[in-house]
């Protein structure tokens, strides 16, 4: 399985279609900003981790870098469809869509 790359607009089509939006970076990071709804799985722990239950997962980080340079492990945790969020977190402001900052 690989991870298909997709563009904020596409992603967030996805997501409310039901999609599992997975934010890879570290738990203060993702505590700082975070998309509404999206599930906190960071990439230090992914070896440890599973995501089941969902037929579709988009990850996402901070720019794409990391979801990029990851995708061996990432694709490795789900047997769902798989994408990576082009441009992470960034690209999904840039869209005008909304993120939640604590």
Not at 33 to 48: H, Q
Not at 54 to 64: D, E, I, L, N
Not at 67 to 84: F, G, H, P, S, W
Request: with cysteine; charged share 25%.
């Amino acid at each position: 399985m690989t991870l298909k790359h997709i563009n904020a607009a596409e992603a967030k089509k996805l997501v409310d279609k039901g999609a599992l939006l997975v934010d890879v970076r570290e738990v203060n990071e993702y505590l700082d900003e975070n998309i509404p709804g999206a599930r906190n799985a960071p990439l230090s722990g992914m070896g440890r981790t599973r995501i089941d239950g969902a037929t579709t997962v988009v990850f996402h980080c901070k720019s794409g870098a990391r979801t990029r340079m990851n995708a061996a492990a990432l694709v490795q945790c789900t047997d769902a469809e798989v994408y990576i969020l082009d441009g992470g977190i960034e690209a999904w402001k840039a869209a005008g869509f909304p993120v939640k900052r604590e």
